[in-house]
Antibody, heavy 117, light 107 residues
């Protein structure tokens, strides 16, 4: 059974850093496209970043230069390092698995990041 | 960036009635279009991919159509568990943009 479990969210001050983790089971992270998608309170879904099985990474303009997506193959875990956090980064962050066509077929339960002083 | 526009923002439907949701892309995405359902406090769930293929376990009352820039999600006979927010997403390029969502509420 495919499972994605996020952790690492919390309350952080503007300008601070946070690292989100997503532990995967039931499949191999390094063999799949893996994404982070976020949802601000009461708002819609916003794609944040993707790492392809070959290692290529892409970012939404809103986070480029501040966020870094990575994976640890030995731990079968996906990460999102978030630096220079802003109030507008406040959201539930979902870890997601993409098929090779780009469809998100599995989602984690999400972890809440609140950026506030 | 491809912009996805959904309409209407809110759809009021009685149980048992048909619901038709629309999604328009700012440029062609071929058939690289997915629909997701999200209920309060839950993660989204994949309903439709490839514009018209139901995901595993999705009931036949959900159907998708369209290609290029115009897409439709139809729920043939709304059940109580179908009242939720529905998002379309294009995955024609690496920046997989979502629509703003359509809330299907009980009339």
């Amino acid at each position: 059974e495919v499972q994605l479990v996020e952790s690492g969210g919390g309350l952080i001050q503007p300008g601070g850093s946070l690292r989100l983790s997503c532990a995967a089971s039931g499949f191999t992270v390094s063999s799949n496209y893996m994404s982070w998608v976020r949802q601000a309170p009461g708002k819609g879904l916003e794609w944040v970043s993707v790492i392809y099985s070959g290692g290529s990474t892409y970012y939404a303009d809103s986070v480029k230069g501040r966020f870094t997506i990575s994976r640890d193959n030995s731990k079968n875990t996906l990460y999102l390092q978030m630096n220079s956090l802003r109030a507008e980064d406040t959201a539930v962050y979902y870890c997601a698995r993409e098929s090779t066509t780009g469809v998100i077929d599995y989602w984690g339960q999400g972890t809440l990041v609140t950026v506030s002083s | 960036e491809i912009v996805m526009t959904q309409s209407p923002a809110t759809l009021s439907v009685s149980p048992g009635e048909r619901a038709t949701l629309s999604c328009r892309a700012s440029q062609s995405v071929s058939s690289n279009l997915a629909w997701y359902q999200q209920k309060p406090g839950q993660a989204p769930r994949l309903l439709i991919y490839g514009a018209s293929t139901r995901a595993t376990g999705i009931p036949a009352r959900f159907s998708g159509s369209g290609s290029g820039t115009e897409f439709t999600l139809t729920i043939s006979s709304l059940q109580s568990e179908d009242f939720a927010v529905y998002y379309c997403q294009q995955y024609n390029n690496w920046l997989g943009t979502f629509g703003q969502g359509t809330k299907v509420e009980i009339k």
